[in-house]
C-alpha cells in the first residue's frame, strides 16, 4: 500500500524539499500551505497524479477540519506522517522593538497553529498503522539566543509538546518526534532586523559570517531519519548537536557563547 504524507508550510523551504524528495520516492503527498501560489508550482514540480494541495491557514481550525477530510479522501484515510512543519520569523530583535501583534502572529502561527494540528490530525493517525506525528522545532527550541525570544520561546514550546505527546499518543501506537534545525537556508532568513542599530541574527549574511548555514537537504534527511528512529529530537546539524548536547549539561557554556555569537547586536 502506498505510503502518504502531510505537509504543512509546503511552499517553501523545509516543507517544499521534503515535499518534492518523498514524492520521488513513491509517497502520495498532501502539501497545505497558506500560500496558493506556492503550492499550485511545488504540484507542478511533483506531478498532480502523485500529489493533492490545498491552501491552509494553520491559526484557523475550520481549515483544519477541511484539510483533514480532503487528504483523507486522498489517501482513504491514511497518514503514514503528519509533518507538522510551518512556521514563521517575521522579525528579529530586542524584545521591546517588536509591536506585540507581531509577537502574537508568532505565537498563533508556531504554537497555536501546532496545536491545531495535533489534535485535527489524532484520528487519522490512530487509524493508520505505525504513524508518526513529526513537528519541526529548531534548535532554539532546545537552547537560548538573543533576540528571537518570542520566536525561541514558541519553539520552546513546542518541544514540550512534542514530549508529552509522546507519552499520550503511545498507547495509540503513533511515534511523536520532532526535528531541530540549525539555521537553513529557508525563507525565516528573510526576517527583518528592527533594532536601530543592530543586524538580524536570522539575515543569512550576517548568519553566514557567524556560522554555518544548512541547506535544506540536510533537513529532509532528517525528517528521513525520524520516521525509523526511536528518538524523539533529532538536531539537524554538528553545531545543533554540539549546542544542545551542552545545553542539557553545561548550559552556561550554551548562554556564554550565546553571548558571544551576538554580542555586537543584542548584548
Known sequence: MTKSIFITGAASGIGKATAISFAENGWNVGLFDINQEGLKEVAEIIGHNKCMYQKLDVTNIQDWIEAEKSFSQYTGGRCDIFFNNAGIANFAGAFEDIKIEEMNKIIDVN?????????????????????????????????????????GATKHAVSSLTENLRIEFERYGIKVSEINPWFTETPILDAEAVTTGARSQLDREFVNQKTKVYPVEKVVSSVWSAYDSSRIHHPVGFEAKFASFFMRHVPPLIRGLSKKLFKDSFI
Open 111 to 151: 504554537f497555536k497553529g501546532v496545536v491545531n494540528g495535533c489534535f485535527t490530525m489524532l484520528e487519522i493517525l490512530k487509524s493508520t498503522k505505525n504513524s508518526m506525528l513529526l513537528n519541526t522545532s529548531s534548535v532554539a527550541g532546545l537552547i537560548t539566543a538573543p533576540g528571537i525570544s518570542v520566536y
